[in-house]
């Protein structure tokens, strides 16, 4: 405990009181009439500092530096049918951010399901059309904030330079233990569908292309919770350090948070891309995608601006050791973050982060046993 004033307000023994990138459509360009086979898909994808060649990190005006983030995908491609098959991929994803104020550092992991039921409506050599749709869940696991600096003036926790610390009054008078609950724990969840339709043509020198149109729809569940922010005792509020009071302070920083209640992301997407072989080993993809976004119950900050657009462009080299085989080195930029593309991550705190390209790389590879 530091020499400064430190208020801790004791719960219940205070009268009063009251009691925390991956894409499964990535492979399309594969998706080639006649020959649909069961695969499997590996990818690993990675961002730090070093990598951070669009300057993403220097661009971003806040007091948060992204340092680290990256993610492992598993997808399964079943065709069922001659007109039917489906994709099915799990994504684990892992982020740090580094601070100049408390908390200095955040680690936060998340998850997401998403399967796609695909239907060709025709298939010819040169030519095909089919229809998609969707369902995903994701999940950010929670994160304990223990402290949380607020304009200079810090709340927490158990941290030693806490201005304003919370005790569990139960087990103060019941073990006499001092146990301080952090400033903040959240988590939040995302529910979603989405629709589209795919073209796939063979141009001159038997490039291969695509062009689809997709909308997504998904809800955002950001929920958190903070004994600090939820103190109604009238003296308690009335507090005054360092030219705050908590009263004030609370109303704020509510203000700040994202929303607690649920809201609607749509997203329509525009996409063409092609496939071109080098070889018999060697072949090049590359996508562009291009989103336009809108909210519904969706409650802004004043504050910030938001974003409702992203394009997105995907790269990948490929090798072909073998029939059954394919490694790939993929890089993708965006000009806007991940807006679109990972709904869960936009809110009315985060989306200073948007107005910044994004970049990372990823390395993977598909098996195909039956090839």
Known sequence: MNNALKLAFAIPALAHTASGMADIEFSRPLNIPGQQQVSAQVEFSYFDLSFDLLDYAEKIQSRSKPEQVQGLSLSLHMPVSQRFSFNYQYTDTFSRVSRSAQPYELETNGFEHQLQLNYWLNRTPRFSTFLHAGLSYGKQKPVEIDCYDYSDLVLGGTCEEADV???????????????????????????????GATLTNKWIGDIEAYQRLSYEQTEVNVGYQSEILNVTDPFALGISYKGYKLGDVITELRGELPQDTPWTERAWSMEIGAKRNFGTHFFVTGALRHYAVSRADYVPNPENEDFTRNTVLNLALWFVPTKSLKVYLRGEATTNNVLGLEPIAYNRKSNKFFAHPFGQLSLGFIISPFD
């Open 165 to 195: 610390q919370l005790l569990d009054g139960k087990a103060l008078i019941n073990e006499g233990k001092r146990i301080y609950y952090p400033a903040l724990t959240t988590d939040a969840n995302t529910l979603g569908f989405s629709l």
